[in-house]
């Protein structure tokens, strides 16, 4: 999500983001509706962008090691729909140990915390996303959650945040985010896992509210991460792919950490299935 005001106005940007979501978010919506191959494409697609735009914003990889980075993105997703995702990680772990040898015997061991940080930065929430949309009977509902969980918490953040100012969150790594942006977007978020859990009778609808309100938090966290970053970087953006928004990693940096997070839980508390494991509490 970027973190400065274009030379645009506030509200010419605005009508540009909502612009780009309104195309952008019927192909995620249905894409995640069919699961299965049509979801994972979608994941992989983006994933091997996000991948270039990452190494963009952390210079120094040689052409091989990015290549390497963003196959190995597109091979997790792959063999999480093949295989599992114990084996997605299997082979992302021997993906990454060859990428760390080849950095040491030419010489470019200084790069070795970037690849120790971009492979699991990427591959984690990929695989969560494929893993927890296999789910036969509640992986639809998992993704549909997750996502309106982290369109809410930007939404609500936005809006709180320009309402009502205040104390800044993160004003070196993130200048324009605020306390009162992280409140509205957890309250955003439990609305979503409170309505959630209502519609389908899931479980505990206060219980998944919380679970959701933790996720806006992960959420805006992945946000800051990318924001700093940026600005690491010296740029506004990760990419200029999506008109408003800048790259895909500028429009889904928080989503990356809820995903992750969500696939944590999920495994943490062991429900009945993968995505029970995340959306369904007593």
């Not at 645009?8 to 995640?32: D, F, K, M, Q, Y």
């Not at 390497?68 to 084996?87: C, E, H, K, R, Y």
């Not at 120790?116 to 969560?128: D, G, I, S, T």
Request: proline residues 7%.
């Amino acid at each position: 999500m970027p973190d400065a005001p274009r030379t645009a106005g506030p509200s010419n940007e605005l009508r540009t983001r909502i612009l780009s979501a309104l195309v952008l978010a019927p192909v995620a919506l249905g894409l995640t509706w069919f699961g299965s191959w049509p979801f994972a494409a979608l994941i992989a697609a983006a994933s091997i962008v996000m991948a270039f735009e990452l190494t963009n914003l952390l210079p120094g990889l040689s052409p091989t090691l990015r290549i390497l980075l963003a196959s190995t993105v597109f091979g997790a997703v792959v063999f999480t729909g093949l295989g599992g995702p114990f084996v997605a990680l299997i082979v992302t772990l021997a993906c990454l140990t060859f990428a760390m040898m080849i950095a040491a015997f030419t010489g470019a061991a200084a790069q070795i915390p970037t690849l120790a940080f971009c492979f699991p930065y990427l591959v984690l929430p990929a695989v969560a996303l494929v893993w927890l949309r296999l789910d036969p009977e509640f992986g639809r509902i998992a993704i549909f959650w997750l996502l309106f969980v982290v369109w809410a918490t930007d939404t609500f953040a936005y809006f709180a945040g320009r309402g009502f100012g205040g104390p800044k969150l993160a004003p070196r790594l993130s200048p324009n985010k605020t306390w009162a942006g992280l409140i509205g977007g957890m309250f955003g978020a439990a609305m979503v896992g409170f309505v959630t859990a209502n519609w389908f009778a899931l479980g505990s609808p206060v219980m998944l509210a919380l679970v959701s309100a933790f996720l806006a938090v992960v959420a805006q966290s992945g946000d800051i991460l990318e924001s700093a970053l940026k600005r690491r970087a010296g740029v506004k953006d990760s990419g200029k792919l999506i008109p408003g928004h800048g790259g895909i990693l500028d429009r889904v940096d928080g989503l990356i950490t809820a995903a992750l997070a969500a696939g944590i839980i999920a495994v943490l508390h062991a429900g009945i299935s993968p995505a029970a494991g995340v959306l369904i509490w007593p």
